[in-house]
């Protein structure tokens, strides 16, 4: 199968990047034809460029035009968009659509339906772009703390709405999750066409491995209130016993630093190797959000190295955390809760253990590479049946 993916990066590399690299080569060794074409925000430079970005985050027609030639030079037959705000805006939906060729998206945050892509203000769950109007995302700077840039995405939300872009232009939506999927269809996205495929991780072989003592808990992270980060401190103010890592950085690592307790070691940024070094010396996973995370791509690379995750009952990480078999949830922004289950999971170690193995299970079940192939190509397939693209041999 021939396909183009099309994804603006973020200035600092997060998860959604690491997702489409490993997608585009999970499709490569399976055979597919791949073209990937990437655009950086690290181009929003100086006022000119803000002030450019702010004016077409709604609709640049030259990415439709972009688009359509891609196609063309290309040959593909399906185009799978991954983050596309605010640089290539709807308008790739539609240049891809009007050649006749299937559109995926994959909804990786909550952008189309809130300016930040959270549903979180001022600490707390908030969903009233969900149930109300769009506007309230500018009305409350949602976006960076910035009127002009919360305005920038309200407007690509109003027009895309406005124009019917999701339901004309694309024929299958990637969701994450089941949680996930229910707040795109409460927020008016076609139920019939949004499907379900977890993110994956490739098997961590070596670090499984290692032969290190696993001792205490680990945090792997971007160091922001959404994390939690505030109430993984408090927490461990009670757990004098435990040991804990924290790898990442953020806007809130200073503070952190600051009021952290002795058994505490901040890490700062490390690479993906590691990252799975430290998950594989480490007892468990601790996973503090307080958002709805639309997936937990750190839970499933502690499952992938066999160690269980404790994790907050919000979102996508009380659907993949199982309570009780692959770790254990608590109560979500509440300190006291937190230490409690850190306790009873400290408090045996050979049911530690045991999770550990359950956890490697269900990635083997539903998060390894094969299963997401088979996902993706099923997924891939229905789009193109539902686009009216002449079905020839996908090789899928």
Not at 331 to 350: C, I, K, Q, W, Y
Request: one cysteine or more; charged letters at 20%; a positive charge.
């Amino acid at each position: 199968m021939r396909l183009i993916i099309l994804h603006n990066t973020y200035q600092l590399r997060g998860g959604e990047d690491a997702v489409v690299a490993a997608e585009a080569a999970l499709l490569r060794a399976a055979g597919h034809s791949v073209h990937v074409e990437t655009v950086s925000n690290d181009r929003i430079s100086g006022l000119a460029a803000k002030l450019r970005a702010f004016h077409s985050a709604p609709y640049k027609r030259a990415c439709k035009r972009w688009v359509a030639d891609l196609v063309g030079s290309t040959g593909a037959e399906l185009v799978h968009i991954h983050n596309f705000f605010p640089l290539l805006t709807p308008a790739v939906h539609e240049g891809a659509a009007e050649r006749g060729i299937a559109v995926v998206q994959t909804l990786h945050n909550y952008r189309l339906l809130c300016a930040n892509a959270l549903f979180l203000r001022n600490g707390h769950i908030c969903q009233k772009c969900l149930q109300g109007s769009r506007v309230w995302g500018a009305a409350h700077r949602c976006y960076r703390g910035s009127l002009p840039a919360s305005l920038a995405v309200v407007r690509m939300q109003w027009r895309a709405e406005r124009h019917q872009t999701w339901h004309q232009h694309v024929h299958r939506f990637i969701a994450l999750t089941e949680f996930a999927r229910s707040k795109f269809v409460a927020g008016g996205l076609p139920a019939e066409r949004i499907a379900v495929k977890p993110n994956f991780v490739p098997d961590p072989k070596f670090a499984r491995r290692l032969r290190e003592q696993r001792k205490g808990a680990l945090f792997v992270g971007r160091l922001a209130e959404e994390k939690g980060v505030d109430v993984l401190i408090k927490a461990w103010k009670h757990l004098p016993d435990i040991p804990l890592t924290i790898v990442g950085d953020g806007p809130e690592r200073a503070r952190m630093q600051s009021e952290a307790p002795a058994n505490v070691r901040l890490l700062g940024l490390r690479s993906a190797e590691e990252v799975r070094a430290q998950m594989a010396a480490a007892q468990c996973l601790v996973v503090p959000s307080i958002w709805y995370e639309p997936f937990g791509m750190v839970a499933i690379e502690a499952f992938a190295v066999g160690r269980p995750v404790i994790a907050s009952r919000i979102g996508a990480l009380a659907e993949l955390v199982t309570d009780q078999v692959t770790g254990w949830h608590f109560t979500p922004g509440d300190p006291e809760s937190l230490a409690e289950v850190m306790r009873e999971a400290f408090g045996n170690h050979t049911r530690l253990a045991e999770m550990g193995r359950a956890a490697r299970r269900a990635w083997q079940q539903y998060y390894s590479p094969a299963k997401n192939l088979a996902q993706l190509e099923r997924i891939y397939k229905e789009a193109l049946g539902e686009s009216g693209h002449k079905l020839r041999d996908h090789g899928i």
